[in-house]
T-cell receptor
Framework: DQQVKQNSPSLSVQEGRISILNCDYT??????FLWYKKYPAEGPTFLIS?????DKNEDGRFTVFLNKSAKHLSLHIVPSQPGDSAVYFC???????????FGTGTRLKVLA | DSGVTQTPKHLITATGQRVTLRCSPR?????VYWYQQSLDQGLQFLIQ???????AKGNILERFSAQQFPDLHSELNLSSLELGDSALYFC?????????????FGQGTRLTVV
């Protein structure tokens, strides 16, 4: 059973516009969420995180929003740049089992 | 550079063989995680160690085993290899376990079973 879901396998956005990547989770016990970026032939790189006590966290061009009642989080990238083209993974930390549970990823393509 | 080192980067081996993947965590990190990524799929959690002890287990096959040594490096042993074991294997480390902190990933080992 997929506890963290990224239902959009891919997304294309024009350079300079906003990219919105979405993630849903099923376990209400998750209390910490992370986004990772992955380039081909490299390991995932930590991007930004949010605790369940917050609904928004911002770091430069990246903002993560958390809607606990809907069990939904999203990553906004503004403005999008060609270098942002990568696979983005959403993850949740299950502090009960100490596991980071990942979604299947969304491939973002930013068009110049 | 995440500070997590995985060796080797690439491994090609035959079915039925056994291989060992090695991971050195970031300095000071006590937790080590192993993940498998097959064919551009998601990251499947295999196993986690904290300060030398197994802490959590995912869908890890019985043919696979891992350990974390006193110097905190970890090894993932894959035996009786099958074609379907071909995948990217990632190691990650974090400072502590169960708290709000991020894990840092190595570059991965690409295993090809022929």
């Amino acid at each position: 059973d997929q506890q963290v879901k990224q239902n959009s396998p891919s997304l294309s956005v024009q350079e300079g516009r906003i990219s919105i990547l979405n993630c849903d989770y099923t376990n209400s016990m998750f209390d910490y969420f992370l986004w990772y970026k992955k380039y081909p032939a490299e390991g995932p790189t930590f991007l930004i995180s949010i605790s369940s006590i917050k609904d928004k966290n911002e770091d430069g061009r990246f903002t993560v929003f958390l809607n606990k009642s809907a069990k939904h989080l999203s990553l906004h990238i503004v403005p999008s740049q060609p270098g942002d083209s990568a696979v983005y993974f959403c993850a949740a930390l299950d502090s009960g089992t100490y596991k980071y549970i990942f979604g299947t990823g969304t491939r973002l393509k930013v068009l110049a | 550079d995440s500070g997590v080192t995985q060796t080797p980067k690439h491994l090609i081996t035959a079915t039925g063989q056994r291989v060992t993947l090695r991971c050195s965590p970031r300095s000071g990190d006590l937790s080590v995680y192993w993940y498998q990524q097959s064919l551009d799929q998601g990251l499947q959690f295999l196993i986690q160690y904290y300060n030398g002890e197994e802490r959590a287990k995912g869908n890890i096959l019985e043919r696979f085993s891992a350990q974390q040594f006193p110097d905190l490096h970890s090894e993932l042993n894959l035996s009786s290899l099958e074609l379907g074991d071909s995948a990217l294997y990632f190691c990650a480390s974090s400072v502590v376990t169960g708290t709000n902190t991020e894990a840092f990933f190595g570059q991965g080992t690409r295993l090809t079973v022929v």
